[in-house]
């Protein structure tokens, strides 16, 4: 029930999600008379999904403590709930995104190991493959720990995602020279340097300039500069497609250069097009939760759900579980983590 677009383009999603997963079974979570009614126009969809009636929704500013005490009621509620008991592998939602944090914590509870949960996505690169980049939101403030935790999680995100074997991790910083950034990041990477036995490869730190040039697998930050980052790369994205926009429609001349040009431009609209890395998960949480931007349209709902799929599928939760274990056993006593 959740998105900018509402009822409508989730459908859509799921039907385009469907076409690419026809094993998956979906549970559609929301106003039982709506959903029925949407799904009209979705016949392929009837042999693969059941609905399941919740009352209420939460709204998308409404604040994360006035949801939690809606959370019985609300599809947001009822669709983490059916994660929780197992009905469901994975929850996808468009909607609020703190209340979805809250939620979601609250019901499923961390995993061992793990502080605080992170929320991690997948940025465009000049690489062979996007950069997965966490923490993008979920807590503005952290320590050592949080930022190892979550190297270690993105590591393991990045390993089922993009089929990497020993991910280059590196954490955001003002500068690459060891005495630059605040305490709790130098601190962070004295702690990673020395993970060695872990299954990724720490690249030390990475300026902003540097977070679209595929030098490294996985972005390690706080929330509040992650959150920053990928607001900023797809306000530039938005910007550099309006210019060149702009451009091409300026003059005859300019009109037949897109024709000539148009393979290129349509490759470039392509790789920046949002809606084609839609789908952050929740990491760290004993249950799987994904968030899809709020102005995805179907093409960016189906594709967080094959996130969630691929999740699910390479058993996301088991690897990060014994990454963890493994961080554990092999912590020197004093460390950071």
Not at 183 to 198: S, V
Not at 236 to 251: G, I
């Amino acid at each position: 029930m959740g998105g900018d677009e509402g009822l409508a383009v989730m459908l859509a999603g799921v039907a385009e999600a469907r076409r690419r997963y026809e094993g998956t079974h979906f549970l559609l979570v929301g106003d039982e008379t709506a959903i029925a009614t949407g799904l009209k126009k979705h016949p392929n969809l009837t042999a693969n999904s059941e609905i399941v009636h919740a009352p209420d929704v939460i709204k998308g500013d409404e604040k994360p403590s006035q949801a939690l005490r809606r959370a019985k009621t609300t599809s947001m509620g009822v669709a983490i709930d059916l994660v929780k008991q197992g009905r469901a592998a994975a929850a996808v939602s468009s909607g609020n995104t703190g209340a979805l944090m809250a939620m979601a914590k609250v019901s499923l509870r961390t995993m061992p190991g793990i502080d605080r949960p992170a929320l991690a996505g997948l940025m465009p690169s000049l690489g062979e493959h996007d950069t997965v980049v966490l923490d993008l939101g979920a807590n503005t403030e952290c320590d050592a720990n949080n930022l190892v935790q979550f190297a270690v999680m993105g590591a393991a995100y990045a390993r089922t995602m993009l089929d990497l074997e020993s991910p280059r991790v590196a954490l955001l910083n003002i500068g690459t020279e060891d005495m630059k950034g605040t305490e709790e990041i130098r601190d962070a990477a004295q702690a990673l340097r020395a993970a060695e036995h872990l299954p990724m490869t720490f690249a030390g730190f990475i300026e902003g300039d540097k977070l679209s040039r595929g030098d490294v697998d996985v972005i390690v930050c706080d929330g509040f500069s992650g959150n920053i980052a990928l607001k900023t790369a797809e306000g530039t994205a938005r910007f550099v497609a309006d210019l060149l926009r702009e451009a091409f429609s300026s003059s005859m001349r300019s009109k037949i250069g897109f024709l000539i040009s148009r393979p290129a431009t349509e490759v470039l609209r392509h790789h920046l097009d949002p809606n084609n890395h839609n789908g952050a998960v929740f990491l760290g949480l004993n249950g799987l939760v994904v968030k899809s931007h709020g102005g995805a349209n179907e093409t960016g709902v189906a594709t967080a759900i094959a996130v969630a799929a691929k999740s699910v599928r390479d058993d996301l939760a088991r690897r990060i579980a014994d990454d963890l274990q493994h961080f554990a056993r092999a912590e020197p006593e004093g460390a950071a983590a």
